[in-house]
């Protein structure tokens, strides 16, 4: 069975500039997740899709992030414009669905650096 | 406000050792508790995790796991590490609003 996809693997931008990360979930996962994670620390969620509805976007910073998941599949994750601070790894991962026993898979994450 | 936290930030052991990782969470209800590896290079991987039942919860490689309820802990234990274990270990706890919380993480150190 596939794991969970992200394109690309690393990422080199200038500040204000735009960017994009693409994750293709383990095929029958209906919840889908983007974290950040900064260095020396643990993921934190930005948001959180089921199926194509965000039903937990409350820390990702809407001024300049935005996430799709059009047809309930894949998704796409973008900052415009990115900041210095916005290097980090962005994590994806995906699980069958909310309630007792579901368990999060991660991709291998997009590690980007803002100059 | 719902928190995990991680005692130790580098772990440094030679073959051998008995490993124990600590993690605590803060009070919440009900909880899923889990442990992912991050081998360098590599992404993060479920060792272990407990929903219900026994909470004495074993993993892979060799990997094990107590939830104590009442000290609201769920420590990592191997009897015995390979320099193969090297790697960065996360306490992760999904609360029952379905936060998922992390903790900063565990770099573990195996010397040969």
């Known amino acids: 069975e596939a794991g969970v996809v992200q394109s690309p693997r690393y990422k080199i931008i200038e500040k204000k500039q735009p960017v994009a990360f693409w994750c293709n979930p383990i095929?029958?996962?209906?919840?889908l997740y983007w974290y950040l994670q900064n260095l020396g620390q643990g993921p934190e969620l930005l948001i959180r899709?089921?199926?194509?509805?965000?039903?937990?976007d409350s820390q990702l910073p809407k001024d300049r992030f935005s996430a799709e998941r059009l047809k309930g599949v894949d998704s796409t994750l973008k900052i415009q414009p990115a900041e210095l601070g916005d290097s980090a790894v962005y994590l994806c991962?995906?699980?069958?669905?909310?309630?007792?026993?579901?368990?999060?898979?991660f991709g291998p994450g997009t590690r980007l650096t803002v100059l | 406000a719902q928190s995990v936290s991680q005692h130790n930030h580098h772990v440094i052991l030679s073959e051998a050792a008995s490993l124990e990782l600590g993690c605590n969470y803060s009070y919440g209800g009900t909880v899923n508790l889990f442990w992912y590896v991050q081998y360098p290079g590599q992404h993060l991987q479920l060792l272990l995790k407990y929903f219900s039942g026994d909470p004495l919860v074993k993993g892979i490689k060799g990997f094990e796991a107590e939830f104590i309820k009442s000290k609201f802990s769920f420590n990592l234990r191997k009897p015995s590490v390979q320099w193969s274990d090297t790697a960065e270990y996360f306490c992760a706890v999904r609360y029952n609003n379905n936060d998922m919380r992390f903790g900063a993480g565990t770099r573990l150190t195996v010397k040969p």
């Open positions: 991962a995906s699980s069958l669905g909310q309630g007792a026993g579901d368990t999060q898979y």
């Open positions: 095929s029958g996962h209906n919840t």
């Open positions: 899709y089921e199926n194509e509805e965000a039903v937990d």
